[in-house]
Every structure is written in structure tokens, then in C-alpha cells.
């Protein structure tokens, strides 16, 4: 299978990008992500490929070529974000954002603002986070239905917590919803219920699934601004592809002729929803416009979050010792899906975050490929993923290597989570939380992302995360395990030639090399050398795809 889908994608490079110029960039260092031959004072892209790589003293003629000055800036091989949701990151640009709030009042002080500037139609927000809010001090607070109620009086208001596993609703939202006192919250969800007995609004999982009907139903063009949107910031952020988790099977028709118009400048790769799952086995992978939207995954999930404790452990939260988290599936629901993902050369990649839940993922998939071995495939190696990995009893971490899964990671959670994962999980646990250096040790296929919009999706935040493992202040707290930390190299692979691999691309992408796809990104430091605590604070300058330049800074 992969044999004739790279014959297709051959066939269909025939046809050239219409935008693509014949570049020649100079003026910078370039670090290539090739080891054989690791800094460069010039390339040059014909044809959205990688033509020529060199010092500047060998360089051929700049005729015909449009040269760009890094004027400084430092070229590498095209950032691609290994687990983002580009429907999520459009929608926080149309929506209410609360990312970055600083406590209750500031949160409601944006709704209220939110409220009096769009006064018809319910209100959408997302991206607020309680572990670092004052109000939190003696323990998480959640927003309520009433912090909801007295910002915007009488609307229906919905605010998806950063991590998208928990919703807050107004009372109006609630009673439009029918959640009362007597609701029961479905199988893996849960209601958050006062003293009374009646709903705080605070409604986790499964149970957002109440909510469902209360949610505008997007119309194509909406959608379609969505993508837009969501392309322009990450074009901005210097990422020139993105691995588009829980892409909704339904919109997967439209990113297509988004593409084949010209309307999508990077690179999507497509792990779909569940309910597209039957229907991408059955027909195989699909690529579109010289390969810029390729789809042949599907998403799934085992648990929740840590932060609201749905994540599943194999012991109780140390903070909450009735609880030991929420499995959002069984084995028997998973063992034939993975077989047949197994037999037709479909990438599966499965959300696990608990320890107990990568323990269930990574049996269930020993046993899908006991069951389907390599003979029986449509790959042999199937390079199936799990998204986050993010709590691992010691034990696990080598199955990865023994399944050659890949571990889809996001460094900037380790950052944000260390705030409060040692109340969660107590100390010892954290021996296997966040552990990239162990499993990259191991030679595990650790792919970096950013899981934007749950974060912001800013490239150096994520670069800095793997390498420094402090938090934007500088600050590391003595149980965050600063051995886990990779060195630049190795963060350096995890954004670039790591997830080419995992999209089965590591011959096209992920290096500055003759004959690859000319995806390139600038920043204007040099992540290589640049004192470590200034690596957040550059930006990217330039950002290049199939030698198309979707973005340059001013
Ligand atoms: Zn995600």
C-alpha cells in the first residue's frame, strides 16, 4: 500500500504549486537537520524542491532565482507541529479567547467585554486554565455557572477549558441543555454538582455531550474563514505543516478543495475522527494537491486529561483518592478497529495521558498486531503513534521501542502541568511523566507538538519546553525532572524530520537535503547556540513551503 501511495504521490508531483518561485536564500546560517553535513550559507529551491545546499563560495549563479536575505535570521528545515487541532486554532481567532487570563476576575472581565461587543447569539469561548489563578491557591477553581451568569446576564455561554475536556455553561446554557439536579451524567463524564445537589455548570468528558446541541452548527463558509484563520497563525508561528488531530471527517472534502484552490499554504496531515474511520479503510490513504493535504490516520482516545482528572491511573489520584480517572473506551470496543486499521496500512494514533491508559493502548496494540501480523498488513511497519504518552509506569516505556510506537509529545504540557502534576500523582509517579530523554534513549520516535490551541502553538515555546524544562519565568521546581530535558539536537529532530517519519515522510521532508521538498522556516535567533532563556522570546521571519513563501515578516 505504501508502495503505490508514494507511486501517486510521485505522479501527482508532476504538477507543480502554481505559486512555487525558484528560490535562492542566503545571508544567515542554515542548519539542514542532516547530520552528514549540518550548517549551510546557501540553498536554493527549484520547483518546490531543495536544488542545491552549500557554502556560499561554491554557490552557483543567482540568475533566474529570487534571492531572499535572512538579513541574520537562521533557516532550518520546515517546523511542523506534530499534534495540533487547525479547526480549534481557526475557531480561537473567531471566538472568544481566554488563553492567557490570569484569574477568575480577568477571565469574566473578558467575557463581559465579549458580551457587550456581540450582544446577539450564544457565546463561544475557550482556553482558560485555573492551576496558576489566585483563586486557586487552596485548591482548583473551576469556573461556575454563576462567575457566568453575573459577567453576561442572561446569555447562554459556553467556555471549553484550555485542555477541550471540560466546558463550563451559564444557568441559562444549563436549562437550555436540560442539566438539572436530576441529570444523570453519561459513562465517562461527569457533572459537577454544588452542596445542593444542582449542576456548578462545570461539566467534564462525556458529559459535554449534553452541551452538543447548544453549539452553532458551523456553515461551510464559517468553516471555511475557520481554516483560513487557523492557516494564517500558524504560517505566522513558522510552522509550514501541521499534524491536524481529530480532524472532523466531515471537513476533510473541504480542506481538500481548499488545497486544490490554492487556499491552504501548509501542509495538513490528517488524523481523522473516529466516525470517518470505516470509510478511510475501506478507500486507503488519501493525498491531494502534490501531497499538501494527505489523510491516512485515525484518531482515537483511552482517557481525559490530568488536569481534570480524567486522565486513567493504575492508582487513585494522589489528590483525589476516589478517583483513579475515566477510561473512555474498552478493548473489546478497540481490538477490531485496530485489526482492520492494521490490515489496510491505516496509522492509528490513540490519546493516552494516565499511566493505566498507555498501559491499555500500548497491550491493545500488541495484541492488534499479534492478531494481524506483519504478512496480513498493508504496512509491516505500521508506525502507529500515541498522542501525549504523557504519565508512563517505567516498565512501559519499553514497549514503545519494542512496537516501534511513536510517542507524540508536547512539551509545553510538561511546563504547565509540573505546576500541579506532583498533587495529582505524588512523587514517584513523576519518575515517568514527560519522560522524552528516557524514551528517545530507547530510540523511540518521539514526535513534538504543540496540541494548539489547548497551547498556544508557538513553535520556540515548544522548542524551549524540550530543551529547558522551565516554565516561561525560568522557573523549575525540584520534583520537574530536569533529566527529561533533550538537548537541541534531538528537540531540533523532534519538530522536523520526527514528524516526517510519522506522516511516512522522512524521504520528502524533514531535512535541508538535495531533492527534498523545499519547506523551510527563519527565525531571527539561532535555536542552536542563543542563550537558552531567550528562545521564547524570538520569532519566526520566514516561512517556506513546497518553496512557496506563505509567510515573511516585515
Ligand atoms: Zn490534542
Given at each position: 500500500m505504501l508502495r503505490s501511495f508514494l507511486t501517486a504521490a510521485a505522479l501527482a508531483a508532476?504538477?507543480?504549486?502554481?505559486?512555487a518561485q525558484d528560490l535562492l536564500i542566503r545571508g544567515g546560517t542554515i542548519h539542514t537537520g542532516n547530520d552528514a553535513a549540518p550548517t549551510a550559507e546557501v540553498v536554493i529551491a527549484r520547483d518546490g524542491r531543495i536544488a542545491w545546499v552549500g557554502a556560499a563560495a561554491d554557490a552557483p549563479s543567482t540568475e533566474g532565482l529570487t534571492v531572499i536575505d535572512l538579513d541574520g535570521a537562521t533557516l532550518f528545515p520546515g517546523f511542523t507541529d506534530?499534534?495540533?487541532h487547525l479547526d480549534g486554532i481557526g475557531w480561537r481567532e473567531l471566538t472568544l479567547n481566554l488563553e492567557g487570563s490570569t484569574s477568575v476576575v480577568d477571565a469574566m472581565a473578558r467575557l463581559t467585554a465579549w458580551a457587550e461587543a456581540h450582544p446577539e447569539g450564544p457565546i463561544i469561548g475557550r482556553g482558560w486554565i485555573e492551576t496558576r489563578w489566585p483563586e486557586s491557591a487552596n485548591g482548583a477553581r473551576f469556573l461556575t455557572a454563576a462567575d457566568l451568569d453575573a459577567a453576561a446576564p442572561g446569555r447562554v455561554v459556553l467556555l471549553e477549558r484550555a485542555d477541550g475536556h471540560a466546558i463550563t455553561a451559564s444557568s441559562p446554557a444549563l436549562a437550555a441543555a436540560r442539566i438539572d439536579a436530576s441529570t444523570v451524567a453519561p459513562s465517562g463524564g461527569e457533572i459537577a454538582r454544588g452542596p445542593d445537589g444542582q449542576p456548578t455548570g462545570f461539566i467534564v468528558d462525556a458529559a459535554m455531550s449534553l452541551l452538543a446541541p447548544l453549539m452553532p452548527q458551523a456553515d461551510p463558509e464559517a468553516k471555511r474563514n475557520a481554516y483560513r484563520a487557523g492557516f494564517r497563525v500558524e504560517a505566522r508561528y513558522g510552522w509550514t505543516g501541521i499534524h491536524f488531530m481529530s480532524a472532523p471527517w466531515s471537513d476533510i472534502p473541504l480542506l481538500e478543495q481548499m488545497a486544490e484552490a490554492g487556499e491552504a499554504p501548509l501542509r495538513v496531515y490528517n488524523s481523522v475522527t473516529p466516525d470517518g474511520g470505516a470509510a478511510l479503510i475501506a478507500s486507503g490513504p488519501r493525498s491531494v494537491a502534490n501531497g499538501r493535504i494527505i489523510t491516512r490516520a485515525i484518531k482515537y482516545y483511552v482517557d481525559g486529561a490530568l488536569g481534570s482528572r480524567g486522565a486513567a491511573l493504575h492508582?487513585?489520584?494522589?489528590?483525589?483518592?476516589?478517583t483513579s480517572g475515566l477510561m473512555q473506551t474498552t478493548r473489546e470496543d478497540m481490538a477490531p478497529l485496530y485489526e482492520n486499521a492494521l490490515r489496510s496500512g491505516i496509522q492509528v494514533a490513540t490519546h493516552a495521558i494516565g499511566d493505566r491508559g498507555n498501559t491499555e493502548v500500548l497491550t491493545w496494540y500488541r495484541d492488534a498486531m499479534a492478531a494481524v501480523p506483519a504478512g496480513e498488513r498493508g504496512l509491516a511497519q505500521p508506525r502507529w503513534r500515541v498522542e501525549h504518552?504523557?504519565?508512563?509506569?517505567?516498565?512501559?516505556?519499553p514497549m514503545f521501542r519494542d512496537l516501534q510506537v511513536i510517542a507524540s509529545m508536547q512539551p509545553s504540557h510538561a511546563i504547565g502541568d509540573f505546576h500541579f502534576a506532583s498533587a495529582r500523582l505524588g512523587d514517584a509517579r513523576l519518575d515517568g511523566a514527560y519522560a522524552w530523554h528516557s524514551l528517545v534513549d530507547l530510540g523511540v520516535v518521539v514526535v513534538g507538538g504543540s496540541d494548539a490551541p489547548v497551547e498556544r502553538g508557538d513553535p520556540l515555546i515548544e522548542f524551549y519546553a524540550a530543551v529547558a524544562r522551565r516554565d516561561l519565568e525560568g522557573f523549575q521546581g525540584?520534583?520537574?525532572?530536569?533529566?527529561?530535558a533533550v538537548d537541541r539536537a534531538t528537540a531540533l529532530k523532534m519538530f522536523t524530520l520526527w514528524p516526517a517519519f510519522a506522516s511516512f515522510r522522512e524521504d520528502e521532508l524533514g531535512t535541508i537535503e538535495v531533492g527534498k521538498r523545499a519547506d523551510f522556516t527563519a527565525f531571527d535567533i539561532d535555536l542552536m547556540t542563543v542563550a537558552e532563556a531567550d528562545i521564547p522570546g524570538g520569532r519566526a521571519v520566514l516561512t517556506v513551503v513546497d518553496g512557496e513563501v506563505v509567510y515573511r515578516a516585515d
Open positions: 508532476l504538477a507543480l504549486p502554481a505559486q506534530g499534534h495540533a492508582e487513585p489520584y494522589s489528590d483525589a483518592p476516589h504518552a504523557q504519565i508512563l509506569r517505567p516498565g512501559d516505556e525540584p520534583d520537574w525532572r530536569p533529566n527529561e
